[in-house]
C-alpha cells in the first residue's frame, strides 16, 4: 500500500488533501481542486509558481527548468514549480493569485 502525505493548500482557505507518496503537486490540486493557478503544466510558463510554506524538505530537488523562472532567491525562500515538483511527506503550500 502505498504511504499517503498530506497537502495543506493554504491559499485556498487552508484546505487539506492526502495523496499517495510521491506525488506530483500540480496534479494534486488540478485532482482535489486545490487551486494553484496553472496554464501549461509542463514547466513552460511559470504560472504555477508557489511556496511551500512548510515541508520544504519533503519535496524532491529542484529541476532544471524551475531554475528557468525562479530566482536564487525564491529557491531559498521555499518557491517552486507545482508542475515540477513531487511530493514526499507532508507540506503546507501557497500562492499569489495573478490578477487577470
Known sequence: ???MVQITFVSNEGMVVDAPENSN???VSLKERGGIPFKCGGGLCGTCKCRIESGLQNTDKIKPKERKHLTEDD???GYRMA????VLGDI???WTAKKP
Do not use: E, G, P
Request: aromatic letters at 6%.
Open 25 to 27: 503537486l500540480l496534479r
Open 75 to 77: 529557491i531559498a525562500n
Open 1 to 3: 500500500m502505498n504511504h
Open 83 to 86: 508542475c515540477q515538483t513531487f
Open 92 to 94: 503546507a503550500v501557497s
